[in-house]
């Protein structure tokens, strides 16, 4: 397992020397509002799970990074048009993503969705439920015809349900665990639900060689086990 560590952090290196040779920054698109996934700290710095993740990947690959923000809304598009180089901000593999853009593997297993709401006894299939728009959450529902209610950040999917414009939240776990601890009127449901391929980095399509460095660079931190301290230090979804 050591050898196979080591032979994989190697490959990452000898991929992001060849990858940087043609680019000298290497920009990482987050959102920056999804808590402890990415987040702005009081330093005004893109901070959490993934922006440590990123930081140590760069680092693995030998590349020179830095962050940029993007609304979730438009995070993809921006990407394909070359606002950045990769988006990292908790987004799951999917089909249809996987049109548009091409992933890395998975650095997390995928996250379980939970709700929350103001009553613990609610009965989500005759609800109203609001989802961020563009994630896997608002699809889920959609498909299964109940009512959804759309927001464009997770804050106003919480804030509505507070606020009575919905009867129930549907987000990743993770991140709920956060709204719950900052508000004493909204319950946790047992119901959750599990969809979603895994959360991966994104790259553009053209970007094949970016995407092979990155990729060995996850596998580097999985096979020396630092993956998994990270994912259990910041409570983002189930160990490898």
């Not at 990415?38 to 990074?65: K, M, P, Q, S, Y």
Request: glycine content about 8%.
């Amino acid at each position: 397992m050591k050898k196979l560590a080591l032979s994989t952090a190697a490959l990452a290196i000898v991929a992001g020397a060849a990858f940087a040779e043609g680019h000298s920054v290497v920009r990482m698109g987050t959102e920056g509002a999804y808590p402890p996934w990415n987040f702005i700290n009081d330093a005004g710095e893109v901070d959490g799970f993934e922006r440590e993740l990123g930081d140590e990947l760069c680092a693995r690959a030998e590349l020179t990074c830095e962050w940029v923000t993007n609304e979730w809304d438009s995070i993809i598009p921006n990407l394909v048009s070359g606002n950045y180089d990769t988006i990292i901000a908790g987004m799951s593999i999917t089909d249809e993503r996987d049109e548009v853009i091409d992933f890395t593997q998975a650095y997390t297993p995928p996250d379980p969705s939970a709700y929350l709401a103001l009553s613990a006894d609610l009965d989500v299939e005759g609800a109203v439920i609001t989802a961020q728009t563009g994630t896997i959450q608002a699809a889920f529902v959609a498909d299964q015809g109940w009512t959804l209610v759309e927001f464009a950040t997770p804050e106003e999917t919480v804030a509505a349900v507070v606020n009575g414009e919905a009867d129930a939240v549907l987000a990743d776990k993770s991140f709920l665990d956060g709204a719950l601890e900052s508000s004493s009127e909204l319950v946790m449901l047992e119901r959750m639900e599990q969809i979603g391929g895994g959360v991966g980095m994104g790259i553009r399509e053209s970007d094949a060689e970016l995407r092979e460095t990155f990729d060995a660079a996850i596998q580097s931190m999985k096979d020396d086990g630092s993956l998994n301290a990270l994912i259990e230090k910041w409570e983002v979804a189930s160990t490898f």
